[in-house]
């Protein structure tokens, strides 16, 4: 007897039952356990309970990035896509395809370098001189309009979240250091939502005592955080297709005067 190799190996869901499941767990108990979507997205993507106070820092992710209003690259393109008569699918493709490293993939790129510099036990200053000399970006440092003076709500919402449920917070102190160091050059230049977000993921994946060290560093490399904004930024953009349809918006022409025409 020959045993066929299956073509697809699936770890998270089973739908061969009488019910399908979400990493062994019934929907219908995910639903009655009141897990939530951090539950669930706890259950598919983490393949286990994540104790609740991860799951609501899930969510707390999703809230405070679903949309950013209509002028940032993927709301833009998902906005001309609906005016111009395309259906939600291809308006949200629209959208979602602008993400990359200059629009909402900061965050990967943030807990890479943060966890790099600090794994290597650089201290703020040495890391900031190092990205200097090497003329890079740090990813999660830097905002058009807000500084130390105007912070950001949503950082100060995340920051007080992980403070209040974790006991400790090595990268985010570490980030906060960078951040004293940054701002001394440009006010702006703080810590932002991206780069907040990615290294309070980290802290929660290497101290909730759920996973290993090696896969809490597997799931940052995997891209677990673009992975969470890709599904709240999906929020916002299928809200903006709805907007513009219920608003019976015209075809969408950029105006002329906003051109400097080189040709």
Not at 50 to 76: N, Q, R
Not at 184 to 189: E, G, M, Q
């Amino acid at each position: 007897l020959v045993r066929k190799p299956a073509n697809i190996v699936c770890s998270i869901s089973d739908d061969r039952g009488a019910e399908a499941t979400y990493a062994g767990v019934p929907i219908s108990e995910v639903a009655k356990d009141e897990l939530g979507v951090g539950g669930a997205i706890s259950l598919l993507w983490f393949r286990r309970r994540l104790p609740p106070y991860f799951c609501k820092f899930l969510e707390l992710c999703m809230i405070t990035t679903a949309d950013h209003g209509p002028c940032v690259s993927g709301a833009h393109n998902t906005i001309v896509a609906a005016r111009a008569g395309k259906d939600l699918v291809s308006s949200l493709i629209s959208g979602l395809a602008t993400i990359g490293p200059r629009f909402g993939s900061a965050l990967d790129d943030a807990a890479r370098m943060f966890c790099e510099a600090f794994d290597l036990q650089l201290t703020p200053e040495k890391f900031v001189e190092k990205c200097k000399a090497e003329k890079t970006v740090i990813a999660g440092i830097g905002h058009r309009i807000k500084s130390l003076d105007n912070p950001d709500a949503r950082v100060v919402l995340i920051k007080e979240y992980v403070k209040k449920h974790l006991s400790s917070t090595p990268l985010l102190d570490f980030a906060l250091a960078v951040e004293q160091v940054t701002t001394k050059k440009k006010a702006s230049l703080i810590l932002n939502v991206d780069g907040c977000i990615a290294v309070c993921f980290v802290d929660l994946l290497r101290t909730c005592g759920e996973f290993s060290r090696s896969e809490a560093d597997d799931f940052v490399r995997h891209g677990v955080l673009n992975g969470l904004f890709v599904s709240s930024r999906t929020l916002g953009l299928v809200g903006h297709f709805l907007d513009q349809r219920r608003l019976k918006q015209p075809l969408y022409r950029h105006p002329q005067d906003d051109v400097t025409y080189l040709a």
